[in-house]
């Protein structure tokens, strides 16, 4: 079984400054990595994964994560946020392995407002 | 290509009443994965189905339910409706693959009274 925990429930930063989300996941077997966003009123979107490779991933709208192994962790970082940028962020983690790896088991997720 | 399509959007239901939600997948998709976001537990995984088979399920208790059909359609179905079962029902699709992306439709608001 996995588990996810996000240490930051809520984050406001103001816009242009560089923000970190943090994640932290715990499991027995190898993991796939995701972080989400949810815009009010919307359906989840993709940001980044990591499936394999070079540690840092690169994703949409300027975001990247770094995945450490030896942390067990996988945080989402911006140089610059945007008022845009304000949103719920899930990090998310499913098994590569065996039977359980068809669905994501997710943090609470990190609330990042922007404040102009 | 059109997403993830959900009907209703809104729905409210009385105790004990039973529900049916649908989810259309992207086309070309055959995975369709079904959660349960609620403020005080996050999201959480209901089911998973890949080419009209259950590959995985969550701990729910059997009052949930779903099946997929030969288009790849989806819909769940909750008996016996609680209070506690208020909640936004997301819906995922994804070509199936082990860490494929899944796509999330806007989900279905359920309120329970």
């Known amino acids: 079984a996995q588990s996810v925990t996000q240490l930051d429930s809520q984050v406001p930063v103001f816009e242009e400054a560089p923000v970190e989300l943090r994640c932290n996941y715990s499991?027995?077997?190898?993991?796939?990595l995701f972080w989400y966003v949810q815009y009010p009123n919307q359906g989840l979107q993709l940001l980044l994964k990591?499936?394999?490779?070079?540690?840092l991933v690169k994703g949409i709208n300027g975001f990247e994560a770094e995945f450490n192994k030896s942390q067990t962790s996988f945080h989402l970082r911006k140089p610059s946020v945007h008022i845009s940028d304000t949103a719920e962020y899930f990090c998310?983690?499913?098994?590569?392995?065996?039977?359980?790896?068809?669905?994501?088991?997710f943090g609470k997720g990190t609330l990042l407002t922007v404040n102009p | 290509k059109a997403g993830v399509t959900q009907t209703p959007r809104y729905l409210i239901k009385t105790r004990g009443q039973q529900v049916t939600l649908s989810c259309s997948p992207i086309?070309?998709?055959?995975?369709v994965s079904w959660y349960q976001q609620t403020p005080g537990q996050g999201l959480q995984f209901l089911f998973e189905?890949?080419?009209?088979?259950?590959?995985n399920k969550g701990n729910f208790p059997g009052r949930f339910s779903g099946r997929q059909f030969s288009n790849s359609r989806s819909e769940m179905n909750v008996s016996t409706l609680e209070l506690g079962d208020s909640a936004l029902y997301l819906c995922?699709?994804?070509?199936?693959?082990?860490?494929?992306?899944?796509?999330f439709g806007p989900g279905t608001r359920l309120t329970v009274t």
């Open positions: 995922a699709s994804s070509w199936g693959g082990t860490g494929d992306e899944q796509y």
């Open positions: 086309s070309g998709h055959r995975s």
């Open positions: 189905y890949f080419s009209e088979t259950q590959r």
């Open positions: 998310a983690v499913s098994d590569k392995s065996g039977g359980s790896n068809y669905k994501l088991t």
């Open positions: 499991s027995s077997v190898s993991v796939y």
């Open positions: 990591y499936l394999s490779g070079s540690t």
